[in-house]
């Protein structure tokens, strides 16, 4: 059984550069939409039980381009993969130093909230998997941060998880689970090969642009 955890497509606040948390609930960008379909084709032919997501936009529109793939199932969407709140940090530069931040969400409660997730939804899941069934979680970089650490520790016998470093945008983590033992038997960890020459898709005059949103509306897919 495999578990893919998906990072959401670059966001406007991505290529601004600035932080955006739980507090921004900004789309896609042009880019982002073509990362987003490109991460799709990953799934193709793949034998997909679930799909979670953060309910944020830029979760909700790249895990609707998975979803594409898997007509038989719904999107289930989840509070608990939300990302961080980084307080008045929210909307600015993340290359220049500011004060203290003042309403940022505890790292801790973050954590608290992940392994809820885990211990509650996705390991039900994982345990009820058949051997070449897969599901798939899409949310932001310091919720899958969390996320990967809880899985290693869950199932650990390949050691603990002290990597630190976020998904690029579009990018995955693949995790395959050995249901027999319940041991973790391979990480492949920010995979972004897919996204080879996306860039060059795009137009010049589209980079960082709002992803046009005359498109099918994110509640046709949720449930």
Known sequence: MRIYLVRHAESTDNYRQVYGGSGRDVDLTELGMLQAKEIANVFDGLS???????????????????????????LDLSDLLIEKHF????GKSYRTKHGEPVGEEPINLVAKRVETFYLEILKKQILQMGHTECVVVVSHGVTLDYMLR??????????VYTNGRFLSNAAYHLLEIDPSSEQLISAHLNIDSHLVGVKKKVSKILIGAKYDTKQTKMDLFCK
């Open 48 to 74: 997909v039980r679930s799909i979670y997501s953060s309910p944020l936009l830029r979760a909700c529109r790249t895990a609707s381009e998975i979803l594409n793939r898997c007509p038989s199932i719904a």
């Open 87 to 90: 307080g008045s940090l929210e």
């Open 150 to 159: 809880v899985i290693f520790k869950d199932f650990n016998n390949l050691g």
